[in-house]
Each structure stands twice: as C-alpha cells, then as structure tokens.
C-alpha cells in the first residue's frame, strides 16, 4: 500500500499520512504531486501517450508525473516517476524546480500540490523505454505541437503548463 504525505495549505508538512488515491482528505489537508518536463539537447519535449484504457483521460498525451510518496522528497519523486514511466536514467540529468502551484477541490476531498520540474538529459529516441502498463507509447515534440495538442483538449495539464513551456523554449527555466 502506498503512503502519501499530508501538506497543510503553506505546503508544511503535517506528519499525517493517507493512502494514495484516498479522497476522504480533512478541510485543510493537501498532498503533493509531481510532472517532469523532459527535454532532449535539441529543445523537444518528451511527451507520453496515456493507455486507451485508463479510467481518467484515456489517450490523451502529458509529461511524466505522479505522488510523492510518503517520506520522499520531491525532487526524489519526479526522479522516480520520469525514469518509471520513459525508461531514462536521470543520474546525470540537470534536474530543477521550476513551478508550483496549488489545487483546492474540497467538494471532491482532494488538495494538492504540484510541483513542476525542467529535466535536462542527453537521450535519443532509443533511450526511451515507455512503461507499457501505463503508455501508449512517445513522441518529441515542439511547443508548437503541444499547443496544437493542448487546443484540442488532447494535452493533460496544458493551461497549468504552458507558462513553464514557454519559459523552457525561451530557454529561461
């Protein structure tokens, strides 16, 4: 069973846990996720294709992402999830914390907070070994080509994520 930590709403931590995926949250109560921008040393975006079957968005297309387990950093987690989900290894990646924002749903009993990661790593389409239980597969792509996928409702995040693309292709973050 996979623990998650509880934020209150300054991102401190409580000390509590929850499980993952357990939307009984108190008032008050947040946990943290994560999404790493990967990019190549050309300036494409690494960009994954959720499963056709997955009960939330199926299909359509985002970063690499997920919860930060209880007890891991942030930082530590984005490591994680990137390298679970595209098959990279980051140890020699440029790894740094561009963004966060935070989320409050409490009809639906699920705070969070984001924090959104630029993930510089030398790689070629043939270093990247896409978790198949979790992707349809993976494409480099151009800000202009997430925007397009983004305006068609087809990019995960695309409004939350777009300043730190633009930042990223301005070569600012």
């Known amino acids: 069973m996979e623990l998650w930590d509880i934020y209150d709403s300054n991102k401190r931590l409580t000390?509590?846990?929850?499980?993952?995926?357990?939307?009984?949250m108190?008032?008050?109560d947040y946990h943290l996720t994560v999404l790493g921008i990967v990019t190549d040393p050309y300036g494409h975006f690494l960009i994954t294709r959720r499963k056709m079957n997955k009960q939330?968005?199926?299909?359509?297309?985002?970063?690499?992402g997920g919860g930060v387990q209880a007890g891991e950093t942030s930082e530590e987690a984005v490591r994680r999830?990137?390298?679970?989900?595209?098959?990279?290894?980051?140890?020699?990646?440029a790894v740094r914390l561009i963004d966060t924002y935070r989320s409050d749903s409490p009809a639906e009993h699920n705070n969070y907070f984001v924090d959104i990661?630029?993930?510089?790593?030398?790689?070629?389409?043939?270093?990247v070994h896409p978790q198949e239980s979790e992707t349809e597969g993976f494409r480099l792509a151009t800000l202009g080509e997430i925007?397009?996928?983004?305006?068609?409702?087809?990019?995960?995040?695309?409004?939350?994520?777009?300043?730190?693309?633009?930042?990223i292709s301005a070569g600012e973050a």
């Open 56 to 64: 939330w968005a199926p299909g359509t297309f985002e970063v690499s």
């Open 147 to 167: 925007t397009a996928l983004g305006l068609e409702g087809q990019f995960l995040h695309y409004e939350r994520l777009l300043p730190s693309l633009r930042r």
């Open 26 to 28: 108190q008032d008050g």
């Open 117 to 127: 990661y630029h993930i510089r790593v030398d790689f070629t389409p043939a270093d």
């Open 15 to 24: 000390g509590r846990t929850m499980k993952r995926n357990d939307w009984t």
């Open 81 to 93: 999830e990137v390298s679970e989900e595209t098959g990279l290894n980051l140890d020699h990646a």
